[in-house]
């Protein structure tokens, strides 16, 4: 479609422009640090503008790469089919890696930090796995897992602004970032 045209069209735009600044030498010094860049590009300084272009470049290149991976696969798809033996020995070497790793906490408050995330950890576990091994005799299960997933990123959310009272945009825009990509 013409959406996708003026994709490719975009990111190689980003990707020629990054390399066109670099090759001309635009922006570099031999002052030049790599600390990472604070605040807005300043576009009255070459360095700055080299490096938003950069970093431009960089996510036009992953999405490049999304896109052939996604409409050019290297691969030829095949349908998923639900293999219980399959799915048990995955969730068998996930468990005996988890469990290897095993660490003692020293908050044991109910629904601390740390047990929230690791609820959630094992959540997407099983997402992910859903997905990967077409679990369709678990659907149910999966449902009730992201309600329950929903409901600890909240709740975690909510003991965070009540315990440092920090409702200032810049991290309510960080937290709307995290829960929607």
């Known amino acids: 479609s013409s959406a996708q045209y003026g994709g490719l069209i975009l990111f190689f735009s980003c990707i020629l422009t990054w390399a066109i600044l670099r090759i001309q030498g635009f922006g570099v ?20 503008v ?44 996930f468990f005996a890696v988890s469990f290897a790793s095993v ?14 995330d690791e609820w959630k950890g094992w959540m997407q576990w099983l997402f992910i796995m859903y997905h990967y091994c077409a679990a369709t005799s678990i659907y149910n ?12 990123t909240g709740y975690g959310n909510f003991i965070y602004f009540t315990t440092t009272n920090n409702f200032c945009l810049a991290r309510f825009i960080h937290m709307m970032w995290r829960l929607n990509f």
């Open 141 to 152: 299960c999966i449902r009730v897992f992201i309600c329950s997933y929903v409901w600890m």
């Open 50 to 93: 080299l490096k938003l272009a950069q970093e431009t470049a960089t996510a036009s290149g992953i999405f490049l790469f999304a896109f052939a991976c996604e409409y050019f696969p290297p691969f030829p798809s095949t349908k998923r089919t639900w293999n219980v033996d399959d799915f048990s020995f995955y969730a068998l070497i």
């Open 103 to 116: 660490k003692k906490v020293r908050d044991t408050s109910v629904l601390n930090r740390l047990q929230t």
């Open 29 to 48: 010094s031999s002052t030049e640090t790599k600390e990472p860049l604070k605040g807005l590009v300043d576009f009255s300084n070459p360095s700055s």
